[in-house]
């Protein structure tokens, strides 16, 4: 029975019906090492459902398949530093929170480069020295997050060249500046989110907006 | 009457801010034609309102409900002690109920601005021990209007975030009710689905009151 499957799928994958990449995905998300050290940080899930279902922490004994599906992950307040890969594996996740992890616009890079987090409708990644003394910018960005709706860069040590290029995210409806050390906006080119409905900038060096 | 009209449009641009920062929209010159002219503009304008008093302005038809301020705690609490009917409410409350300065106030509260719209004799209401205010639609026409805005939401397969959740999600089958509706902090949809459902559900009377 298992050799018949297993034709079954190899000829499927041969000829174009399953996408391998999607496959290989979804079969071998996350080894189970990968979830014990989830759960030894304190990581915190939501495992299914549409934003009512309620926040758990990763246990050891949950298995791979269960944690797939996640919409969730919140990292906020763990010492990171580096971004796990186990995190790439999370690839349904909505809603993702880093804040206050210690991660620099390095690994913030490593996250959003990787063309991972397709359906990701909020991202926070404040709290963090993201920027400390650093020229790079949001512009390496290109076509990334998609879906993404709200980004929270509150105190992320940044000025505001370190800001450039946020307008390569399209959809953003809600972004969050505050606490920064931004003195102009002409370089965020704020005109060209055309979507955008709520921004937060005080606790800033701006003196006047036009 | 007349007067009445007159400061609604003018508090119509007035309230063209932005967010928390502040910034100030330009105003548009009012002409006769100036919604149908306009129209990308004034959607462009509602879609930058809080969520909720767009879906008053569509299901209720009252282009108040878009500016109605929020109502005070003391409204709330006596509206979610014990039910008011409609006429009771609107005698107790209406002239305690202003304008808000702004169609997006930074602290905004869902049950406050219901209980605005049952004070103003817009809404009508039950009381629930979770929301304390909850919105109940009794008039067909509403309830119809309610029906069209829940399928084009399931149709286009809009996501929405509700208050108490952490992130937009779509809306899955036909279980959702009127006043979930009046929950909603978010809608993830282009202009053109705004411009839809003032269409879809016939929301004259914002035409009217920008016009």
Partial sequence: ?210 | MNKKIYLERRNFIKYYTLSSAGIILSSQPLQANWFTDNIDDVVQIIARFQPVRFIGAIIYNVAKSLIVDQAKDWIVAELSDSHISKKDAVRRFDNKIGESNSGREHDFRYVNYKASTVGKGIAEYEVDKHRKIKVVLNDRNEIQKFETVRDYLIDNKIKIKLENQKYAHEVLGKSIEPDDLFLIERMNMPKRDYENLIKLTEAHNIVDWAV
Wanted: hydrophobic content about 45%.
């Fill in chain 1, 1 to 210: 029975m298992s050799k018949l499957l297993f034709l079954i799928l190899f000829f499927n994958i041969l000829y174009g019906d399953v996408d391998y990449e999607i496959f290989i995905e979804k079969t071998a998300p996350f080894s189970q090492s990968d979830i014990v050290k989830m759960a030894k940080l304190g990581a915190v899930v939501a495992l299914d459902g549409e934003g009512y279902q309620a926040d758990e922490k990763v246990k050891s004994s949950m298995k791979p398949k269960d944690l797939i599906d996640a919409k969730l992950l919140d990292l906020h307040g763990i010492n990171l530093q580096v971004i796990p890969s186990w995190l790439f594996r999370f690839q349904n996740l909505r809603y993702l929170n880093l804040s206050n992890t210690n991660i620099n616009i390095t690994e913030v890079k490593k996250l959003l480069n990787n063309n991972a987090f397709k359906k990701l409708d909020v991202l926070i990644l404040s709290n963090n020295l993201l920027f400390e003394d650093s020229n790079e910018s949001f512009s390496d960005f290109t076509n990334i997050l998609p879906v993404l709706n709200v980004l929270d860069l509150s105190n992320t040590g940044g000025r505001a060249l370190n800001y450039k290029g946020i307008d390569n995210i399209k959809n953003l409806q809600e972004l969050n500046l505050g606490h920064n050390t931004i003195d102009k906006l002409e370089p965020l080119r704020l005109d060209r989110l055309k979507n955008l409905q709520k921004i937060e900038l005080s606790f800033n060096q701006l003196e006047m907006i036009d």
